[in-house]
């Protein structure tokens, strides 16, 4: 079973970001524990799959 690509490489990158950001933020402890929620954009934008995405119907990719 795979899971169906719903996130173009824009959002992908932008995920990426943002959730790595968030991560180092909490390590340092600029923001606090709550940081490690960056751990969801990261593990979405490494399986190309967002549960959200495909529960409301939105589809960021081209080719897909």
Sequence with gaps: MTIARNMGTVDR???FI???LLIVLAITGTIGVWGYIG???LAT???N???LYRIVGIKT???C
């Design 45 to 47: 934008a490494f399986l």
């Design 61 to 63: 990719c081209t080719d």
């Design 49 to 51: 799959f967002c549960p």
């Design 39 to 41: 751990v969801i954009p």
């Design 18 to 20: 943002i959730g790595a």
């Design 13 to 15: 990158i932008a995920r």
